[in-house]
């Protein structure tokens, strides 16, 4: 799942006359803000500071203000990296594909993608919201391969890698005796710890395919094909 994502949120009050009520609205009402300016606020660009140099031994010295560490947005905050469980596609072919399902054709908040090796991408995605979606997500398929994706960061955090991640495991040729919750637990428990099934595949819809959301364990190597006795 894929999760799907929209809040509204209204206030209300009463007062004891049309009146009266409109009076106070239009002497409390904020001032209308202007969504060019908003934008011009948000906007990450660079601006002149107004400083004063004082000289100790002959050398320039300037307090930083705490203004500068509040809310710093650090420049590595727009990067996501995605590490594949296999051999990457192109990059050509990744940059693509994330631009046309990441972005839903918004040509002014395209992707940027850098290769670092041979199973290893990183994303510049500029916009906040897109980027929560996408991490939200955890593990995307691009071009047939798993991906996940994370937050990068230029330094190395003291923490356990990864263990598990969330994906849909698609089960085909099974046999009718084996669609079952007990025959379709067993067959994906080597990939990890199943958790539901796909809608179609619990409504039997089709039984070329079936369909079960698992929490993988990536301290194994994740099986593409396995064969199963009877």
Not at 21 to 33: C, H, Y
Not at 56 to 73: N, Q
Not at 156 to 162: A, D, N, R, T, W
Request: charged content about 25%.
């Amino acid at each position: 799942m894929p999760p799907s994502e929209g809040l509204a949120v209204t206030d209300s009050r009463e007062d004891g006359s049309t009146q009266s009520l409109l009076q106070s609205q239009s002497q409390s009402a904020p001032p209308a803000r202007s969504w060019v300016k908003v934008a011009q606020q948000t906007q990450k660009s660079l601006t002149k500071y107004d400083i004063k140099v004082t000289m100790e031994d002959g050398i320039g010295s300037v307090e930083i203000p705490d203004e500068v560490f509040e809310d710093p947005a650090p420049l590595w905050e727009d990067f996501l990296i995605g590490k594949f469980l296999e051999k990457a596609p192109h990059i050509g072919k990744i940059h693509s594909i994330v631009n046309k399902i990441w972005t839903s054709s918004d040509k002014s908040q395209m992707i940027e993608v850098y290769e670092i090796n041979s199973t290893t991408m990183k994303f510049r995605i500029m916009n906040s919201v897109m980027r929560a979606r996408i991490l939200r997500r955890c593990m995307w398929n691009l071009a047939e391969v798993p991906v996940i994706m994370t937050e990068w960061k230029p330094f190395v955090e003291e923490k356990e890698p990864q263990q598990v991640v969330p994906l849909w495991v698609h089960l085909r040729n099974v046999p009718m005796n084996m669609f079952s919750w007990k025959g379709l637990s067993f067959t994906t428990s080597p990939v990890g710890i199943p958790l539901k099934l796909h809608p179609d595949t619990a409504l039997c819809k089709d039984f070329k395919v079936a369909k079960v959301f698992v929490k993988a364990d990536l301290t194994k190597e994740l099986p593409r094909s396995m064969n199963f006795k009877f």
